[in-house]
């Protein structure tokens, strides 16, 4: 990421390094674009283009300025299924460099309980880089 200044690019190479690497089903950004999210570089499946602010699980993360772990899908009041293979995810916030949450990094898995608090911690670290 050194030396790179275009964000969709450092947003995409992330999204390919983490899919490729823990092999999870949806790995991507969406970014902030007034109102709604937007969605940006990711790999996997077909996804959600648009996302209200508050709404899922990705708008949630944006509005709370605060990583979310959905340990079940299903049980997330307000879920948006953008497949019905998503079992569980995780959204964490991107901060830009006023303060304000720019994107989010949404992750998520075909199976129930995928993520806890060590994966929030590394995320969250991890898009510090973009």
């Avoid at 990705?58 to 899908?73: H, I, L, N, Q």
């Avoid at 049980?75 to 720019?102: K, L, M, Y």
């Avoid at 075909?110 to 510090?128: N, P, S, Y």
Wanted: net charge negative.
């Amino acid at each position: 990421m050194e030396g790179e200044t275009d964000v969709i690019a450092k947003m995409a190479n992330m999204a390919s390094v983490l899919h490729e690497t823990f092999g999870f089903w949806w790995t991507g950004f969406y970014r902030v674009a007034g109102e709604e999210l937007i969605l940006g570089p990711f790999q996997g499946p077909v996804a959600c283009m648009h996302i209200p602010y508050a709404k899922g699980v990705c708008g949630t993360a944006w509005a709370r300025k605060e990583s979310v772990v959905v340990p079940d899908v299903e049980q997330f009041p307000g879920h948006i299924a953008c497949s019905s293979a998503s079992r569980s995810e995780i959204v964490v916030p991107v901060f830009g460099p006023d303060g304000v949450v720019a994107a989010v990094l949404d992750i998520d898995s075909d199976r129930l309980a995928t993520f806890d608090e060590e994966d929030r911690t590394w995320l969250e670290r991890i898009v510090r880089y973009l």
